[in-house]
Nanobody, 125 residues
């Protein structure tokens, strides 16, 4: 089994910063793309930022210039540095990752998309 464990959410004032972490653990063979989504009640989950296995980032227009996604491939961990936070950034943030495991029956890797449990980010005005 594979788990994505998120940490770093919390309450911060507008203009402040938070850093989210997402670590893939368990029967991980390899990790490809990783990303962060966010969701507020009554709205669809939206992409915030993603990073390829090679380290190329992609951002939603609403966070460009304020958020930075990075990763540590040795730790199978992705980070989301969030600066200049705004009240509209308030949401539950979910980590996602493309992870391969070695299938016991075949001995070959298989890929699957996994999600973390979510971490609350609240920005007060």
């Amino acid at each position: 089994q594979v788990q994505l464990v998120e940490s770093g959410g919390g309450l911060v004032q507008a203009g402040g910063s938070l850093r989210l972490s997402c670590a893939a653990s368990g029967s991980v063979f390899s990790v490809n793309a990783m990303g962060w989504y966010r969701q507020v009640p009554g709205k669809q989950r939206e992409l915030v930022a993603a990073i390829t296995g090679g380290g190329s980032p992609n951002y939603a227009d609403s966070v460009k210039g304020r958020f930075t996604i990075s990763r540590d491939n040795y730790k199978n961990t992705a980070y989301l540095q969030m600066n200049s936070l705004k009240p509209e950034d308030t949401a539950v943030y979910y980590c996602t990752a493309e992870v391969s495991i070695i299938e016991p029956r075949t001995g070959k890797p298989s890929w699957k998309n996994y999600w973390g449990q979510g971490t609350q980010v609240t920005v007060s005005s």
